[in-house]
């Protein structure tokens, strides 16, 4: 038996080991170089081929609520004649048989490779969505952007504020404002080539705020 955490809870351990990061409104900042060293070890903990972790994808539906990392180095020993029955009554997921090949290779330290399918480019997904994937994964536990522009911000309305909450609160909507006048300006520029009725503006706008190549410009 091995150890079963959040795959958050590896993730937070990489973010800690990077040079410079700054924790700011309870998110965790660094610079894009910094962010750039959490993409080969995350494609590698996806594709299963970072030692010591074995990637669970979340099944929701069968008590796997999360996407998660078996932790193989924190094994746990039982007695089959004591627990085994109870550890399988309990089981509501199981590998494949290739998946358990490739956990057995992991566990077992071999310098070979078994060919699995591995959520990678090309095979159950286009390298688009792989990236978008771990992009995501990523900017869910840090922020790229200037921290000094946010801080700025943060300053700005602490004087004039009676607690933390207040300073947040008008914060989140200084940004708030700000990216909304980006958005206006993207819209300006489409407008100044076509000409745009107020439902296709407003389908413009939400289309360009859940586009993720363009997060950095209108949060940064």
Not at 25 to 33: A, E, V, W
Not at 140 to 166: D, L, P, R
Request: hydrophobic share 40%; charged share 25%.
């Amino acid at each position: 038996m091995a150890a079963v955490r959040p795959l958050s809870f590896v993730i937070n351990k990489l973010v800690e080991q990077l040079p410079t990061t700054a924790r700011f409104l309870n998110d965790i900042y660094c610079s894009d170089s910094n962010r750039n060293k959490l993409i080969d070890p995350l494609i590698k903990i996806f594709n299963n081929n970072q030692s010591g972790y074995f990637f669970l994808k979340a099944e929701p539906n069968r008590d796997l609520k999360h996407d998660s990392c078996a932790f193989l180095q924190l094994s746990i020993p039982i007695k089959t004649d004591l627990h085994y029955k109870t550890c399988l009554d309990a089981k509501c997921l199981e590998l494949t048989e290739a998946f358990r090949a490739k956990l057995g290779w992991l566990v077992g330290d071999l310098f070979s490779r078994v060919g699995t399918k591995d959520y990678a480019p090309g095979t159950s997904i286009d390298k688009k969505a792989f990236d978008d994937v771990v992009n995501s994964t990523i900017e869910s536990h840090v922020k790229n952007g200037s921290i000094k522009k946010k801080f700025a911000i943060f300053k700005k309305y602490a004087q004039t504020s009676a607690t933390f909450e207040e300073i947040a609160q008008r914060v989140e909507a200084e940004n708030e404002k700000i990216k909304m006048q980006r958005l206006l300006n993207l819209i300006s520029l489409v407008e100044s080539k076509v000409q745009l009725t107020p439902a296709q503006k407003q389908a413009l706008e939400a289309s360009l705020s859940a586009y993720k190549p363009l997060a950095t410009y209108l949060n940064g």
